[in-house]
């Protein structure tokens, strides 16, 4: 049906920046909001940025002037900038979409494997 699949995640040093980006392929009729979510380990999963099919984003206060979400509306990809890393954004990121798979068809949430960040000196 639909797959996504994230790249971009690895180590870095505090401070410094990464990108992760993730496609989506499959059935697609049409993608509404895709976001970016993170779990550390011993912690709920949370949302750290999302953006809507027209481009309206929201983000978790803690990520706010440092990352940056965008989307390719074209090609089914969403990225998200990472600057000014610091070590409690170490975590596993998850991208979500949200995703119709036709006309009548209810739209559904579709998950990315995860991929490790991991801010350390």
């Known amino acids: 049906q639909v797959q996504l699949v994230e790249s971009g995640g690895g180590l870095v040093q505090p401070g410094g920046s990464l990108r992760l980006s993730c496609a989506a392929s499959g059935s697609i009729f049409s993608i509404y909001t895709m976001g970016w979510y993170r779990q550390a380990p011993g912690k709920q999963r949370e949302l750290v940025a999302a953006i809507t099919s027209s481009g309206s984003t929201n983000y978790v206060d803690s990520v706010k002037g440092r990352f940056t979400i965008s989307r390719d509306n074209a090609k089914n990809t969403v990225s998200l900038q990472m600057d000014s890393l610091k070590p409690e954004d170490t975590a596993v990121y998850y991208c979500?979409?949200?995703?119709?798979?036709?006309?009548?068809?209810?739209?559904?949430?579709?998950w990315g494997q995860g991929t490790q960040v991991t801010v350390s000196s």
């Open positions: 979500k979409s949200v995703v119709r798979l036709g006309i009548g068809v209810p739209p559904r949430d579709y």
